[in-house]
T-cell receptor
Framework: AAGVIQSPRHLIKEKRETATLKCYPIPRHDTVYWYQQGPGQDPQFLISFYEKMQSDKGSIPDRFSAQQFSDYHSELNMSSLELGDSALYFC????????????FGNGTRLTVT | QKEVEQDPGPLSVPEGAIVSLNCTYSNSAFQYFMWYRQYSRKGPELLMYTYSSGNKEDGRFTAQVDKSSKYISLFIRDSQPSDSATYLCAHPEGGNNRLAFGKGNQVVVIP
């Protein structure tokens, strides 16, 4: 079965640079979620989109922005990167409305040097 | 304080043993709970999804919800080395289906 696809798998950036992470949800899923997971931490919710509109916002820094496109893929844009932004970034998708389990991709490992 | 608490201590068990993992939650209105398994350098993978009280079984895995004590549990029978992973309990929070996770338990099954 098709899963959530994230790219790139690994990304190395320097401080103050920008990064763009991409997420392709499971086909027919209309909601995407972005999570950040630091070393030894549980995933922290950043932001979500439903039908291309922002549906919820968590602890996402102002330096980050995201959007969902007409084909339902989503991009997380991160600017003025800081060392503390080094983490695993996961995208998840869900569909069908109501309370639906989230299905996660394998993440992008961002390292800021 | 997190709404779902999970003692993050590692757990080592011999192959074939029963693994027992627990989380507590604070809001009695919570109805849905999930257990995710996360292998190293991989995304969380949905393992079990329960609604309200009672047990749900899927193969060697059983999820249990005790609403009276606000306790959720995951049992793994006949544990295998391939079960070695971090297990995270989670519940939807807010009205938009986002998940809040417990801190996770790292389980090591020793052959």
């Amino acid at each position: 079965a098709a899963g959530v696809i994230q790219s790139p798998r690994h990304l190395i950036k320097e401080k103050r640079e920008t990064a763009t992470l991409k997420c392709y949800p499971i086909p027919r899923h209309d909601t995407v979620y972005w999570y950040q997971q630091g070393p030894g931490q549980d995933p922290q919710f950043l932001i979500s989109f439903y039908e291309k509109m922002q549906s919820d916002k968590g602890s996402i820094p102002d330096r980050f922005s995201a959007q969902q496109f007409s084909d339902y893929h989503s991009e997380l844009n991160m600017s003025s990167l800081e060392l503390g932004d080094s983490a695993l970034y996961f995208c998840a998708s869900s569909g069908g409305g109501g309370i639906e389990p989230l299905h996660f991709g394998n993440g992008t490992r961002l390292t800021v040097t | 304080q997190k709404e779902v608490e999970q003692d993050p201590g590692p757990l080592s068990v011999p192959e074939g043993a029963i693994v027992s993992l627990n989380c507590t939650y604070s809001n009695s209105a919570f109805q849905y709970f999930m257990w995710y398994r996360q292998y190293s350098r991989k995304g969380p993978e949905l393992l079990m999804y329960t609604y309200s009280s009672g047990n749900k079984e899927d193969g060697r895995f059983t999820a249990q919800v005790d609403k009276s004590s606000k306790y959720i549990s995951l049992f793994i029978r006949d544990s295998q080395p391939s079960d070695s992973a971090t297990y995270l309990c989670a519940h939807p929070e807010g009205g938009n289906n986002r998940l809040a996770f417990g801190k996770g338990n790292q389980v090591v099954v020793i052959p």
